[in-house]
C-alpha cells in the first residue's frame, strides 16, 4: 500500500518525549498551544496511519 501523509508537523522542534504514544501526543499539544483532543484529531489521526500501517508499506511524507 502506498500511503500520502499530509501532516505539516516536521518533529524538528518541541518536545518528543513521552513514555506512552498518549503521553507523547500530550506532550506535542502543548508544545503547539492546542488540547490533546484537538492535537489527535489534526496530527494525530497522521500518525496513526504510519503506526497502523501494512509491512512493507511505501510512505510519501
Do not use: C
Not at 503521553?23 to 497502523?52: C, M, T, W
Amino acid at each position: 500500500m502506498i500511503y500520502h501523509i499530509l501532516n505539516g508537523e516536521a518533529l524538528m522542534d518541541g518536545d518528543l518525549s513521552g513514555e506512552t504514544w498518549e503521553a507523547f501526543l500530550e506532550n506535542r499539544a502543548r508544545f503547539h498551544g492546542v488540547s490533546p483532543e484537538e492535537y489527535q484529531k489534526n496530527s494525530g489521526a497522521e500518525f496513526d496511519k504510519i503506526r497502523n500501517a501494512l509491512e512493507n508499506s511505501v510512505f510519501h511524507l
